[in-house]
């Protein structure tokens, strides 16, 4: 019997930590970290031999902002993660998890937000949700044939339509009976128990519910008084879990809120992430306020990270289905109508394009898009030779206002006319800079959402690309050591779980990833079929970089291509409990 199951020889080890990397060969032996060393051992100890020579073997990286709750129920391999090295995903963010609430009402205040289609999240929901409670859900997982392992919030919109309902979760005049609170508490509390990371709020209100019923209304979490919320952070201070929240762009001061929760004031300070740190194009004090409320809180006894995207944050857009526009009065009003042609009938009416024009030129009202059509490039059209063009340029050629020649071009090629513009991060020195601050989590890919306006599934190889490419600069903004473990153990030990790192008896999750790999283009989009959904959507393809994966010891890619078994058989991933060891 041999001693190892694999044997990764050669490569420049990384162990999570800031410790330094070096030469050495990984043993792993039933799903575990059998040993670390310096010296080769004999090959012919090892079921299979992985020659890393050249390569750095890291652990498998985090990915602690997606949105694969629905997908990994269809196509549990979550493939598009995992072939860029990623072993570890959470899920239940913003408010929306999909375990209490029914499955009308799960994908009713998931689908619009997170742009996946509710004819094709419902019927998979309507097949799969078996279970009510917290408790339930993870039995569910610890049998489901899991790709990657599986971290989540218990979504407050989630948790407050399955005890409210709907409709009177959505009314701004109703708040919770005592017996509904403590109803909320107790399913928050049995979740916690189960190893759930924590509660995750919603205070943007942009964000609305899909479906007949309550269609267009904000997301339940966002009707919550803030007495609703402090009390289910008391659950969380207790149990020593994490609130994920994003304030109300509209309310910067709000942010306070979260300030007084995470310091505690007398109380155990509360671990608190939030949407987002970005360096906006459209309002350049985000970044400095946020900076400054991390540092705040993090000085005065606090336990603060906001959350980071480490690449420029480009979205694209099909005619005007894209959130941005969800920002702005005129915006929501054209997104609030369904029907294409009574849009259209809007979108002509010139009292309505008074209305935008205005919106479009107000430059200081809170905003992550820019509203700068200058700064928004057409990518198709059936009319060709607009492509490649920005639509100020066009509009100037026409003699016409930009967002007349805008609106002209919806209503008259409507979601064929797809275009993109850059919101924020568009910065190199100034995002790696960013990058460095201790009080940010390197994540926020919102993986498995808005599956035609973003692709930033290979996050963490742009991170690395850019802490590498400032080493080859001769200004590096961290050792790559200190940026491995952003990725990796930095992420699990402040999130409380078993992952991150590689050392002996550690869950054997390793990624082997050819530096050379990072030379090319990894901002590049393109289609790819997503798995059991019949839709196509936008992903990122990086050839020659990551070359292996083992998730629990089990290769999960092999020379870059995806194991056929990943997320058909189980003994991949598992569902990791937070406050678990080992």
């Not at 569910?140 to 218990?154: A, E, K, R």
């Not at 205070?203 to 267009?216: A, F, H, N, P, T």
């Not at 306006?453 to 996050?459: E, G, P, R, T, V």
């Not at 030990?493 to 054997?508: E, P, S």
Request: aromatic content about 8%; some cysteine.
């Amino acid at each position: 019997m041999n001693q190892f199951d694999s044997l990764i020889i050669g490569g420049r080890y990384f162990d999570g930590t800031d410790r330094p990397s070096r030469i050495a060969h990984v043993g792993v032996k039933d799903g575990r970290v059998a040993g670390v060393f310096d010296e080769q051992p004999d090959t012919s100890l090892a079921t299979r031999t992985i020659d890393a020579s050249g390569c750095w073997v890291t652990p498998g990286f985090l990915d602690t902002h997606t949105h694969y709750d629905a997908e990994l129920l269809v196509a549990p391999s979550l493939s598009e993660s995992v072939r860029h090295g990623v072993t570890t995903v959470l899920i239940g963010s913003c408010s929306l998890s999909m375990v209490c609430s029914d499955p009308e009402d799960a994908s009713d205040i998931f689908t619009r937000v997170e742009t996946v289609p509710r004819e094709k999240v419902l019927p998979i929901l309507q097949q799969y949700k078996s279970w009510q409670t917290p408790k339930e859900w993870v039995a569910f997982m610890d049998q489901h044939p899991l790709g990657p392992n599986v971290i989540s919030f218990l979504g407050h919109s989630d948790l407050r339509t399955a005890v409210m309902g709907l409709h009177r979760a959505t009314d701004r005049s109703v708040t919770p009976t005592a017996d509904e609170q403590e109803r909320m508490e107790a399913l928050l509390e049995e979740a916690l128990q189960e190893g759930f990371l924590g509660l995750s709020t919603m205070c943007l209100k942009w964000d609305k519910v899909d479906g007949d019923r309550e269609w267009s209304k904000s997301l339940p979490s966002t009707y919550a008084r803030w007495r609703e919320i402090s009390r289910l952070n008391a659950l969380l201070r207790r149990y020593g879990r994490v609130h994920q929240g994003a304030p109300n762009a509209a309310n910067p001061l709000q942010v306070t809120q979260y300030l007084k929760e995470t310091l505690g004031w007398l109380r155990k300070p509360l671990k608190t992430t939030l949407i987002a740190m970005i360096d906006l194009k459209g309002n350049p004090t985000v970044k400095p306020m946020a900076s400054l409320v991390g540092w705040l809180a993090n000085s005065f006894g606090g336990n603060f990270r906001w959350q980071l995207l480490p690449t420029p944050f480009t979205v694209y857009a099909d005619g005007m289905d894209i959130v941005l526009f969800e920002e702005f009065g005129a915006g929501e009003m054209a997104l609030d109508i369904r029907d294409q042609l009574e849009r259209n009938e809007l979108l002509k009416d010139e009292q309505y394009r008074r209305k935008f024009r205005k919106f479009y030129k107000e430059k200081l009202s809170p905003r992550v898009w820019q509203r700068d059509f200058g700064d928004a490039v057409i990518l198709d059209c059936p009319d060709k030779g607009v492509v490649g063009r920005n639509f100020a340029e066009l509009a100037a050629d026409r003699g016409i206002h930009v967002v007349d020649f805008f609106l002209d071009m919806v209503v008259a090629h409507g979601r064929s006319l797809r275009w993109f513009t850059t919101v924020g991060n568009h910065r190199k020195d100034r995002l790696r800079k960013m990058v460095a601050n201790p009080g940010a989590l390197i994540t926020f890919s919102d993986a498995g959402a808005h599956i035609r306006n973003m692709a930033f599934y290979n996050l963490p190889l742009r991170f690395l690309k850019l802490v590498h490419e400032s080493h080859g600069e001769g200004e590096p903004v961290m050792s790559l050591e200190r940026a491995v473990h952003r990725l990796t153990g930095e992420q699990a030990d402040w999130l409380g779980i078993d992952a991150g790192h590689i050392r002996v008896g550690d869950r054997a999750d390793i990624t082997v990833l050819d530096p050379r790999g990072l030379d090319q283009d990894l901002e590049q989009v393109e289609w790819g079929e997503m798995e059991n959904f019949g839709l196509e959507r936008m992903v990122n393809r990086v050839p020659g970089c990551v070359r292996e994966v083992l998730i629990n010891g089990r290769s999960a890619v092999t020379d870059g291509e995806v194991a056929p078994a990943l997320g058909r058989e189980p003994g991949y991933g598992h569902f990791l409990r937070a406050g678990a060891s080992g």
